[in-house]
Every structure is written in structure tokens, then in C-alpha cells.
Nanobody
């Protein structure tokens, strides 16, 4: 079983930036599609971004396009989410997810999440 641990969250002012990290242990993520989801209080968990294990193809939610960048470093078994021009609406717990080789399938492993708060 793979274990996922997110980090990098915190409090940031609107317009600021954060980089989230997700370190996997117990197994490699080299052959797995990886995802970032987020969940705000009272809302369901929504997909933010995904990346394939082979060619690095990425997919973003409309709200994240142009502001967020998902990337991976397979040698470090780590997934990243660079978040720029953050807005209060981005406030949520951000979860790392590991799936199959396809972005068309939902993750089957989850981290516990890291809190991102955007406020002045």
C-alpha cells in the first residue's frame, strides 16, 4: 500500500503563491496518474489537477487554469502543485491522490490533506 503525505499549505494573502508537495512512500508513483483535489467546508471534494505517469499530460479544473501548475518528480516520488495568484475561493483542504495510469479513473489512495487559507 502507498502512503501519501501532503505539505506546503498555510496562510497566504490574496495574490500570493504557495507550492504544495505530496511525498509517496510504500510504493513508487512512477506508473500512476496523480491528482490534486480540494474540499472547502460544506462542499464536496473537487478535482483541481491531474497528471499522467508517461508523457506528463495534465488536466486542470477551469478555476485552476492559468494559475496552478501540477508537476511530478518520479525520482523523488513526489507530486507538486504550484499555486499562483491565489484567491479567497481557493481556501480549502488540498488532497493528494494516486490512481491508475489513466486520468479517466478516480484516485484509489489519498493523503490526509493540507490546509490552504487565502485571506487578508
Amino acid at each position: 500500500q502507498v502512503q501519501l503525505v501532503e505539505s506546503g499549505g498555510g496562510l497566504v494573502q490574496p495574490g500570493g503563491s504557495l507550492r504544495l508537495s505530496c511525498v509517496a512512500s510504500g510504493n513508487t508513483i512512477r506508473y500512476s496518474a496523480m491528482f490534486w483535489y480540494r474540499q472547502a467546508p460544506g462542499r464536496g471534494r473537487e478535482l483541481v489537477a491531474g497528471i499522467t505517469p508517461t508523457d506528463g499530460y495534465t488536466r486542470y479544473a477551469d478555476s485552476a487554469k492559468g494559475r496552478f501548475t501540477i508537476s511530478r518528480d518520479n525520482a523523488k516520488n513526489t507530486l507538486y502543485l504550484q499555486m499562483n495568484n491565489l484567491k479567497p475561493e481557493d481556501t480549502a483542504v488540498y488532497f493528494c491522490g494516486r490512481g491508475s495510469a489513466s486520468l479517466g479513473e478516480s484516485p484509489n489512495y489519498w493523503g490526509r490533506g493540507t490546509q490552504v487559507t487565502v485571506s487578508s
